[in-house]
Each structure stands twice: as C-alpha cells, then as structure tokens.
C-alpha cells in the first residue's frame, strides 16, 4: 500500500465513525404503559417531538415493535449550551401472550402521546365464569 | 436519513460535562430530580431556545412567566388511565413541576415566545440589543 492509499483510508475512517455512533445513539426507549381491558390491550407511549406521519407500529407474530423519529431539522441551525436530556428517535418492542386482531389495530397520537388500541380476537376474550 | 449531526454530539459531551459538574449556571447549585422535567438550552442566532419534554401536556396545563433575569416554567401532568382495565405495565407518571432557569444576557421580555408542539415546549428568548456585543472601530 502506498502512502497516499493509506491516508485515503485513513480519511474514510474519520468520516464514518461518527456517523456509526450517532446511529447507534440516537434511539431511546419511551416509556410506557400498557393495559388491559376485556376486548383490548392498550399501549401508550410518551413520544415528546414525535408527528404522525414518522411513526411506523408493526405487528410480527407477537412481536410489538413501535418506532417513532423526531424531525432532527428542528435542530439543526441550533448549538448547545447547556444539556440535561438527549436527543434521538424511539424505538421499543413488546411480545404479546396475546392474540391480536390484527386488522382492528388503532393508533392515535396526540401531543407527544401514541396510544394504541390492540383488540384481541375474539376466542381470546375474556369469558365470565358463574360460580353455580 | 444518513449524515452526521454534529449538533447532537455537541449535546452528548455537553450532558456528560453537566452530569460531571452536577448542576449549573442555569439552575444553581442543586441537582435536577427524576421528577422534574429535563431541560436543554440551546443558542439560536443571538437568541437563547429552552425546551422541555412534556408529552401529554396541554397549555392549559403550563405557566410561564418571566421575572428579572429568570423563565420560570412549572406546570402539571396527570395521566388519565381508562376505567375498568388492569395493568400490566406502568411507567408514564404523573408529575408536577416548578422550574427558574436564570439568564446571564439581558433579555427582552416582550420578545419571548413560547409554543407547545407534539409535546415539546419550546421558549424562545431574545437577548436585548443593548446587551449584545459591539464591535468598536478604531478611529
């Protein structure tokens, strides 16, 4: 290798790595809570930053997977000067001990709050049991 | 969406140089709770930016004031559950806040501007003309 193959290399290193750490860096996991009616299961998760057209909610088997990506040109044109929380896009799975109805999956966010509406199918639900 | 962002980065060495120092100019001496909401500063041109995450609070639910040299924010969440379902996961809490960020710049109160969006406060203060530096020519 000659010189000048090594310095091209070694620039292309400098490039990448901290592309490679602000990817890995920038998802957090939200909070959540998450409940059960006898028709559904209800998750709702804090997502600060996040707009509708950026979440993607998929359903694999019976795994949850919930993604939401804040708009980092918001930020852009700013500089730091003091810092107490950071700043990335979430991400978060679940597994179900459920059977979901797929089709019937809802979602609605409002100011920061996704909340899902997961309804079982029906052989799933809850059946009251009389005490003779 | 590929590229570096040089700005986040800023704030991750920044937030390890805040968490060493364990507090700062902005708030005083006392450390920040879990409980309170967690706050950033930014410098936007010749103004300062604050914001704050607070999903799930409406304006209602803020108040802003600004006194002297200090942005008081407090406000209140509470996290209204459906009745008649148990819980297998509880993590979102309710909370109430009450935070004084203290400014070093003049700024012009009148100036101020605040908004609320997708659950993210942003404050915007401008520094007073008279309080911005000059460049003196030699004459």
Known sequence: ?132 | MVGTHPRFDALWDLQSAVEQAFGSSFFGPSPWTNASPKANVFNEGDNYLVTLELPGLKKEDLNLEFKGSALRISGKRQVSLPQEASTHRRERSDYQFDRTLNFKEEIDPEKIKAELKDGVLAVLLPICESAKPKAILIG
């Not at chain 1, 000067?81 to 990335?88: F, L, Q, S, T």
């Not at chain 1, 100011?111 to 005490?131: C, F, I, N």
């Open chain 1, 1 to 132: 290798m000659d010189n000048k193959t090594a310095s091209a290399t070694q620039h292309k290193q400098a490039e990448t790595q901290p592309e490679m750490r602000a990817e890995s860096l920038r998802y957090y996991q939200p909070l959540a809570d998450i409940l059960e009616t006898d028709q559904a299961l209800l998750v709702t998760l804090d997502m600060a930053g996040v707009t509708k057209d950026r979440v993607e909610v998929s359903l694999e088997k019976n795994q949850l997977t919930i993604e939401g990506r804040i708009d980092t040109q918001r930020y852009e044109s700013l500089k730091a000067v003091y810092a107490e929380y950071n700043i990335g896009h979430y991400r978060r799975t679940f597994l179900l001990s459920q059977e979901i109805d797929r089709e019937g999956i809802q979602a609605t966010l409002n100011d920061g709050v996704l909340q899902l509406t997961l309804p079982k199918r029906a052989e799933e639900q809850a059946r009251k049991v009389t005490v003779h």
